[in-house]
């Protein structure tokens, strides 16, 4: 089945430091890849995605690359910020089959940014 | 244009009790997917409604059940709770044409005590 493993956390880090969360896939069939942020006490917020292979996702200065050959969809960040403290999920989706919209999440990753 | 919204925001059932979760879509969306969160975990999908007929559905028991209304408001039931049921709730709307832009509410959180 399709499947998504997230690097272990939590990540701590100070303020401008560089952010790497990594993110590798198992899939059926061809997916379209996401990464998702949840801040305390709130759902989940679409931060990038891409549909191809070599599409780069891009928002807010984080950037994730479609590997097709690694299949891998790592989240990274040139210089982080305290608000950038949440949670982030990889997430993939298969088009066609019958549950169109059914996304396949990892297990998240605990991102703690201090000044 | 509204969000996503649900109701309500936090909930305490004993166990086998039952429960009724409620999610709006964002206007103009007919597509609404259930997931459960448990604590420290990814969520998980449940199942999807498309114009009112459920259309997909994940590792759950038939317990959990679900409706889509001609607004594509939809509701989540859990029938004999369990404590494992203890969760975060989440719906996401979309449109078929949009499936890579699904928009999340902000959850409802279920305590089974």
């Known amino acids: 089945g399709d499947s998504v493993t997230q690097m272990e956390g939590p990540v701590t880090l100070s303020e401008e430091a560089f952010l790497t969360i990594n993110c590798t896939y198992t899939?059926?069939?061809?997916?379209?890849l996401f990464w998702y942020v949840q801040y305390p006490g709130e759902g989940l917020q679409l931060l990038l995605k891409?549909?191809?292979?070599?599409d780069k996702g891009s928002n807010k200065g984080f950037e994730a690359t479609y590997r097709k050959e690694t299949t891998s969809f790592h989240l990274e960040k040139g210089s982080v910020q305290v608000s950038d403290s949440a949670v982030y999920f990889c997430?993939?989706?298969?088009?066609?089959?019958?549950?169109?919209?059914?996304?396949?999440f990892g297990q998240g990753t605990i991102l703690t940014v201090h000044p | 244009e509204t969000g996503v919204t649900q109701s309500p925001t936090h909930l305490i059932k004993t166990r086998g009790q039952q429960v009724t979760l409620r999610c709006s879509s964002q206007?103009?969306?007919?597509?609404v997917s259930w997931y459960q969160q448990a604590l420290g975990q990814g969520p998980q999908f449940i199942f999807q409604?498309?114009?009112?007929?459920?259309?997909g559905r994940g590792n759950f028991p038939p317990r959990f059940s679900g409706l889509q209304f001609p607004n594509y408001s939809s509701e989540l039931n859990v029938n004999a709770l369990e404590l494992d049921d203890s969760a975060l709730y989440l719906c996401?709307?979309?449109?078929?044409?949009?499936?890579?832009?699904?928009?999340f509410g902000p959850g409802t959180r279920l305590t089974v005590l």
């Open positions: 996401a709307s979309s449109s078929r044409t949009t499936y890579n832009e699904q928009f």
């Open positions: 899939a059926t069939g061809y997916p379209s």
């Open positions: 891409a549909t191809k292979a070599d």
């Open positions: 997430a993939l989706r298969i088009a066609g089959g019958t549950s169109y919209g059914k996304l396949t």
């Open positions: 206007s103009g969306h007919n597509t």
């Open positions: 409604y498309y114009r009112e007929e459920e259309n």
